[in-house]
């Protein structure tokens, strides 16, 4: 049986929406922006260096790595990681470093402590006094239709017809 045009139009939706899916997806994926002239030749100390990076936030971008920035400070401080990887330093030295050089926002995952608290404790507690206003709101709304009278009924409807021409 020939296909009529209406059942090629009742597919075109799907393959609208199949199309913009498989864009968003292969647009969404994570591009590294480490050079390959960044690269470090000893496989170790390169890997090191690509661990680091995911944990080192691109002050540029914010909210990305400096291994998926293509910001020139995200550049400067893969170069910077991997000089120091280089030098001798551990991890923690690495790290040590770059937080004394640009603080706590330079990690992805900063540490608790009080003066990021108000980081990792605000949020929740923003989203608990979200949902008691919420919770309050609706329990007041609850209370006002209790107490809002019924409605009248057709004898009192009737009745109070009747007040209404006899007093006016």
């Known amino acids: 049986m020939p296909k009529t045009r209406i059942d090629r139009l009742s597919r075109l939706p799907v393959l609208v929406v199949g199309t913009l ?34 944990e080192l936030r691109c002050l540029v971008c914010q909210n990305q790595s400096i291994d998926d920035s293509n910001a020139d400070l995200a550049h400067d401080l893969r170069v910077l990681v991997r000089e120091r990887l280089v030098a001798g330093d551990s991890d923690a030295q ?14 992805l995952r900063p540490p608790v402590k009080p003066t990021t608290w108000l980081l990792w404790f605000g949020p929740p507690r923003l989203l608990v006094a979200g949902g008691l206003a919420i919770l309050l709101a609706w329990r007041r709304r609850r209370a006002e239709a209790l107490d809002r009278p019924a409605p009248l009924s057709a004898a009192e409807r009737a009745r109070l017809a009747r007040l209404m021409k006899e007093g006016g």
Not at 25 to 53: C, I, K, Q, S, Y
Request: overall charge neutral; charged content about 15%.
């Open 21 to 54: 899916a498989l864009l968003f997806v292969v647009l969404a994926a994570p591009t590294l922006a480490v050079l390959p002239g960044e690269r470090l030749a000893d496989p170790v100390l390169e890997a090191r260096a690509r661990a680091l990076g995911q």
């Open 94 to 107: 690495v790290l040590a470093y770059l937080t004394n050089r640009y603080g706590d926002y330079v990690l």
